[in-house]
């Protein structure tokens, strides 16, 4: 701008591009006018349309151009707050938790960002009629087709009359031709349409200069102060040589002059005058002030959601849209919230999230054999009525849990509420072990053995013995019967790890016959077909505990074992037998159910003393089952409003294009007089 003027540097080339045709065309340089910074200081008020700004709008005038306020727009103003309260609630979790923090800068961005557009849209509009109307009574054009903003400023304009116009037609009316003097022979009739048409230039030249409007126009922007000399010069003639002839001249002046400013003003059936173009403008800006404010919000909260989004996606304690469908784990919850971006919520919502308070689980009270595990910040309260609450802080989440007494686990009715409330609960047993032993005695060796067959029915067995392999002579032992031998280190029946050992590795092939019955006592071993049957007594000889005899052909019984400490003694380094019978039988096929009687036929047998009573049987006492209740508690879905930034970019006004180097000059018209004549 020059000197705070309305014509701007590139002015400057039409200007000299407009010498340069007048120098083309033959015209003397001395008689074009050259003093640039008379003719620009004088444009200014040669045209006068400026822009009606209130006091607000002079206000953001001046701060805009500041060294600071040059850079400050709804955007940067918006997106500063934004990130103003981002870095606070980063810092500050009591910040962060804040609901009216949240929506005092969501609404501060909203105010500022519509507010600020708002306010610039009303100056801008304000500016962008300013300059249309300027131009176009500089005599400028423009491209109606590609102009939509032109045309729309072109609804606001005010009538406009140019000055060279008006000029020559009071001079070709009223001057004797090729002289600047009024001709004598003037009619009524002239002299009333010349008092109009100088009421038309005065009042437009008036009304111009009170409302700083353009209402005359100019056939070029390097010409106006030479039209409107012109103009001013032959009124100023005119008027004077009319005051010599005419009596009452100035009155009749004043009064023509009067009825043309209020129809200017008021405008009248089929014209629109000053007033009614300025009420056109006012509404349809509050319109684009309106539509501004809420591009302004609408766009701003689009792209401020989209950088919530984004920063979420990098953020362990904010659930977004995007990372929901690519992340697996839920964001991380905060004192019981889950952080939301509005995005994130919608799908949550779609998709039935139920995000739970996260974290290990901590032992709760225990109640019977239950413990109940609750996450951080929850806890398992008795209430006054004997039941439970189930609170998060100073919270209630479910209240009036009952319990079983006994277990301590929850009841149905308290599992069905926590279902209702959403909370879930897993019940976990653990096997509860074993506590210490106790002797348990039988009170007869036969009750002794039928529990011994009942409890352990893998080893100890009901036997029905078929016959002896005695070699058909029961009186004299001869062969394999006296082959039942103590086996271990040296015979001792005690091997290197202090097991007891029966060994049966002599029997012979042939040695074992009864009738028509007979069994090769060697390959029975290596087959796996003998077993070793020890019975506590002669009365129970019917019950036997059951070893099997390996391929060397030992029995080994296991000197920790139930029936090693029962049936047998370490005694100076040899075994005892302490036991009735120890023997070696041959089992029969088809066998393979443990609960039927073992049929077996004898090969050969030790005996023992026998037991007088039963023993006493060390029995561990079984431990009830523990139970884990573990609470899996939700929680709470909070919103986080996204930051509002607006940007957005705005139609500016279109250029103009060149109007044309001389103005049509039309013949004299009546149409110059004002429509209402004074009386």
Avoid: C
């Avoid at 002839?245 to 129809?263: A, H, M, Q, W």
């Avoid at 996450?375 to 479910?398: C, H, M, Q």
């Avoid at 009901?462 to 280190?489: A, P």
Wanted: no cysteine.
């Amino acid at each position: 701008i020059i000197e705070k003027g309305l014509l701007y540097a590139d002015n400057l080339f039409e200007i000299a591009d407009n010498v340069k045709k007048r120098v083309g065309e033959g015209e003397a340089l001395k008689n074009i006018d050259l003093d640039f910074d008379v003719v620009i200081g004088k444009a200014k008020t040669g045209v006068r349309t400026e822009a009606q700004f209130n006091t607000a709008d002079r206000i953001a005038e001046k701060i805009s151009k500041s060294k600071v306020g040059q850079f400050v727009n709804e955007t940067t103003v918006a997106t500063g707050v934004s990130l103003a309260y981002s870095v606070i609630s980063a810092s500050s979790k009591r910040v962060a938790r804040s609901k009216l923090m949240a929506w005092g800068s969501f609404g501060g961005t909203a105010l500022l960002a519509g507010g600020i557009a708002g306010f610039r849209e009303n100056k801008r509009f304000k500016e962008d009629r300013r300059q249309h109307l300027r131009e176009m009574a500089q005599n400028k054009e423009f491209d109606e087709k590609e102009s939509p903003r032109r045309n729309e400023m072109e609804e606001y304009r005010y009538e406009t009359k140019n000055a060279e116009v008006m000029t020559n037609y009071l001079s070709q009316r009223l001057y004797i031709e090729g002289t600047e003097e009024i001709r004598d022979d003037l009619s009524e009739d002239e002299i009333e349409d010349t008092l109009g048409a100088l009421a038309q230039i005065e009042s437009r030249i008036r009304l111009s200069d009170n409302k700083n409007i353009d209402l005359i126009s100019y056939s070029d922007i390097t010409k106006v102060e030479q039209e409107r000399r012109m103009l001013d010069s032959t009124v100023g003639k005119i008027k004077d040589n009319l005051r010599k002839k005419v009596s009452n001249f100035s009155e009749d002046l004043d009064d023509f002059t009067g009825i043309e400013y209020k129809r200017l003003i008021e405008g009248e059936e089929g014209y629109e005058g000053v007033k009614q173009k300025n009420e056109l403008f006012q509404s349809d800006k509050k319109k684009k002030v309106a539509v501004a404010v809420g591009k302004g919000v609408a766009t701003g909260l689009v792209i401020g959601a989209a950088a919530q989004e984004l920063t979420a996606f990098f953020r362990d304690e904010q659930q977004g849209l995007v990372e929901g469908f690519i992340k697996k784990d839920l964001a991380k919850e905060v004192d019981g919230k889950v952080h939301y971006t509005p995005l994130g919520m919608l799908k949550s919502w779609l998709f039935k999230e139920n995000p739970t308070i996260g974290g290990a689980l901590k032992d709760g009270p225990t109640f019977g054999e239950n413990t109940f595990k609750l996450p951080e910040g929850t806890a398992f309260v008795e209430g006054s009525d004997g039941k439970y609450n189930l609170t998060r802080g100073k919270d209630i989440l479910v209240e009036g849990l009952g319990l079983n007494k006994e277990t301590g686990q929850l009841s149905d009715e308290a599992k069905l509420a926590l279902e209702k409330a959403g909370v879930g609960f897993k019940i976990t047993s653990i096997d509860g072990g074993v506590g210490a032993t106790v002797p348990v005695q039988a009170e007869t060796l036969t009750e002794f053995m039928e529990d011994r067959v009942t409890e352990d029915p893998e080893n100890f067995q009901r036997i029905d013995r078929k016959f002896w392999y005695d070699q058909d002579d029961s009186s004299t032992f001869t062969e394999n019967e006296l082959k039942l031998h103590w086996g271990g280190q040296g015979g001792t029946g005690i091997n290197e790890k202090g097991d007891f050992v029966f060994n049966i590795q002599q029997m012979t092939e042939d040695g074992s016959y009864h009738g028509d019955f007979d069994i090769d006592a060697q390959k029975a071993i290596k087959n796996g077909e003998l077993k070793m049957l020890l019975s506590v007594s002669k009365d129970t000889q019917s019950y036997a505990f059951e070893v099997p005899i390996d391929a060397n052909g030992n029995a080994i019984i296991e000197k920790d074992s139930e029936i090693g400490k029962m049936l047998f003694d370490d005694v100076k380094g040899k075994a005892v037998f302490k036991g009735k019978f120890a023997e070696v039988a041959q089992m029969m096929e088809g066998q393979d159910d443990p609960a039927k009687v073992d049929k077996v036929r004898l090969l050969a047998t030790h005996v023992g003393d026998g037991l007088t009573e039963p023993p006493e049987i060390p029995t561990p006492v079984p431990m009830p089952d523990k139970y884990v209740t573990g609470f899996s508690i939700p929680a709470d879905k909070e919103l986080d409003l996204p930051p509002i930034i607006p940007i957005f970019g705005r139609t500016p006004l279109e250029p103009t294009i060149k109007g044309d180097e001389e103005p049509v000059v039309p013949p004299p018209s009546p149409e110059q007089a004002p429509a209402v004549a004074p009386e």
